[in-house]
């Protein structure tokens, strides 16, 4: 049970990190989006990338690369 909760868990958690350190640029902008997003109803990743100009495939490595994912980023927007 606990790889399967460490999984689930390290994205929020790298982004927790990411806030608490001064956070991304990257997971900054990704986070405006998912507000307006939030607006209109659409927050799916297609409709994030497109807001952001890029594709959705290209936006899901750069969360990667973040060590986050846009669920978890989505999660935090919710809770502000």
Avoid: C, W, Y
Wanted: aromatic share 2%; no cysteine; glycine share 6%.
């Amino acid at each position: 049970a606990e790889p399967v909760l460490k999984v689930a868990l390290a994205p929020a958690a790298q982004l927790l990190l990411a806030q608490l350190s001064g956070g991304s640029p990257f997971l900054d902008q990704v986070a405006t989006h998912l507000r307006a997003a939030l607006r209109n109803g659409d927050v799916s990743v297609t409709a994030i990338a497109n807001r952001m100009g890029t594709s959705a495939r290209t936006l899901q490595r750069r969360l990667q690369q973040e060590n986050t994912n846009l669920g978890a980023l989505l999660d935090n927007v919710r809770r502000e």
